[in-house]
């Protein structure tokens, strides 16, 4: 199937819904999903972004600025996953419990504006990767509409790049409570010690970083090309500092650099819940 085809594919999907609710984090996929939503449902769409301790404000601000740019309705709602156990517990199917709290609020909000389809911005790509929070969706009745259309990830970004949305070379994300390792208690004070020392290599202009909370430690994983940035110009002492300031103890580099889902390499994904 051609690009064309799955785009073709993909609106022809959407228009059948008549109207959505979007959930929507600023992320490509999400974004693809909600501008061919407006595209093709004149308008019929509402965005909807959560907001909660684990998601990083400049995310929020970013999501608010695209809808805006889009001329999109956009609602922030409040998510409390901070007060399930389950997810404080921090198994390795925390997720499900997050997007568990996440559609029942969007459900919620589709209940308000008479709308009955919810979409998610699940890729083909992601049925491959450890995401208990599809099994949620599933339970929820979600549409995934990028799967339905058999759309993996670079198509994302391809026909993202077609549409003009500025964010198709935007990189992949996840929770701040993703940053913990899996059986670590989740507390909002490990989430904000995250998202401030992200922070600050954001803010050095790292395009990049993941700050793994370990206890006292930090372990900072960069892009393998940015690493050297790092080491010049006292810039390795001067954010190490910053991160000892924030309440890490200790700060080490991971030499083999960024990369996406590094925590579940030590799962046993034939054994775990989804």
Not at 39 to 62: F, M, W
Not at 207 to 224: D, P, Q, S, T
Not at 251 to 256: H, L, Q
């Amino acid at each position: 199937m051609t690009l064309k085809d799955k785009r073709l594919n993909l609106e022809s999907r959407i228009f059948k819904l008549e109207s959505a609710v979007v959930a929507f984090s600023g992320g490509i996929d999400s974004t693809l999903v909600l501008a061919v939503a407006n595209k093709v449902l004149s308008g019929r769409v509402l965005a909807v972004t959560a907001k909660s301790d684990s998601v990083p404000e400049r995310e929020l601000h970013a999501a608010q600025e695209l809808t805006q740019a889009l001329g999109i309705n956009h609602k922030i709602i409040r998510t409390e996953e901070m007060s399930s156990p389950e997810y404080l517990k921090n198994p390795a199917n925390r997720c499900y419990y997050c997007k568990s709290e996440l559609y029942a609020k969007l459900a919620i909000v589709s209940s308000q504006y008479k709308i009955t389809n919810i979409l998610n911005g699940i890729n083909l790509d992601d049925l491959g990767d450890h995401r208990p929070g599809i099994t949620a969706a599933k339970e929820a009745g979600i549409v995934s509409p990028l799967v339905e259309s058999q759309l993996n990830k670079q198509d994302v970004r391809n026909l993202a790049r077609e549409m003009g949305l500025s964010n198709w070379k935007k990189p992949a994300l996840a929770c701040l409570s993703s940053r913990i390792p899996y059986g670590q208690p989740v507390t909002t004070k490990k989430l904000s010690m995250i998202d401030e020392a992200e922070e600050v290599f954001l803010a050095e202009g790292f395009k990049e970083v993941r700050v793994r909370h370990y206890g006292n430690m930090a372990r900072i994983e960069l892009l393998k090309t940015e690493i050297p940035s790092l080491m010049k110009n006292g810039l390795y002492e001067k954010t190490i500092n910053r991160l000892k300031k924030i309440g890490f103890q200790k700060v080490t580099i991971d030499p083999e650099g960024y990369r996406s889902g590094n925590l579940n390499e030590a799962l046993d994904l034939n054994s775990q819940p989804t």
